[in-house]
């Protein structure tokens, strides 16, 4: 049984075209994660919420916005995509915020940007 | 900071060969320390974890012991399947809102 559901798996838009990227959740944990995988490369964090808390990491570029409207869903919004911003999109979400507490990711969105 | 450094890739081995994934790290407190499996064009799974000195992950066959004294965390698996092809990731969690910060990954290539 899916638990960590990202929509879709393959998304291509055209540049400067903003885009959204869904992900939910059937383990109604409490924090929600988005990374950037570039081809070749490990995940990176770009943000993620704590419940309705959001935490931005310090890197991001301003043309990543995130949004949470309950529990179960989080969207990736990127408000005018570049050709650099071709990646594959991971969601992750953990119970908690601690050392201990697992993430758990979907199977990712693959960002094509034309 | 956190870092964390795993060998480079790929690997190639042939089927039932030993499989050995160097990982260490640097951290302030005390990590977790996990790994991580992405098959082609998938997402992360857990592959295995531990969450404090000493402790052994294990899964899958899979093992991992995390060594706070060499701070390391090496994935060994006794004999690989052509289904063990794939990327790993170790990674490793502090309490900073549980950030994950990853290897740059090994390809493992396991042929018949």
């Known amino acids: 049984d899916a638990m960590v559901i990202q929509n879709p798996r393959y998304q291509v838009t055209q540049f400067g075209k903003p885009v959204t990227l869904s992900c939910s959740q059937t383990l109604n944990h409490n924090v929600m994660y988005w990374y950037q995988q570039k081809s070749s490369q490990a995940p990176k964090l770009l943000f993620h919420y704590y419940d309705k808390d959001f935490n931005n990491e310090a890197d991001t570029p301003d043309n990543f916005q995130s949004r949470r409207p309950n529990t179960s869903f989080c969207f990736l919004d990127i408000r005018s995509p570049g050709l650099g911003d071709a990646a594959m999109y991971l969601c992750?979400?953990?119970?908690?915020?601690?050392?201990?507490?697992?993430?758990?990711f979907g199977p990712g969105t693959r960002l094509t940007v034309l | 900071g956190n870092s964390v450094t795993q060998m480079e890739g790929p690997v190639t081995l042939s089927e039932e060969a030993f499989l050995t994934i160097n990982c260490t790290y640097t951290a302030t407190g005390y990590p977790s320390l996990f790994w991580y499996v992405q098959y082609p064009g998938e997402g992360l799974q857990l592959l295995l974890k531990?969450?404090?000195?000493?402790d052994k992950g294990s899964n899958k066959g899979f093992e991992a012991t995390y060594r706070k004294e060499t701070t390391s965390f090496h994935l060994e698996k006794g004999s690989v399947q052509v289904s063990d092809s794939a990327v790993y990731f170790c990674a490793l969690q502090t309490d900073s809102w549980g950030k994950l910060q990853f290897g740059a990954g090994t390809q493992v290539v396991v042929t018949p």
């Open positions: 531990a969450t404090k000195a000493d």
């Open positions: 992750a979400t953990s119970r908690g915020a601690g050392s201990t507490d697992t993430q758990y």
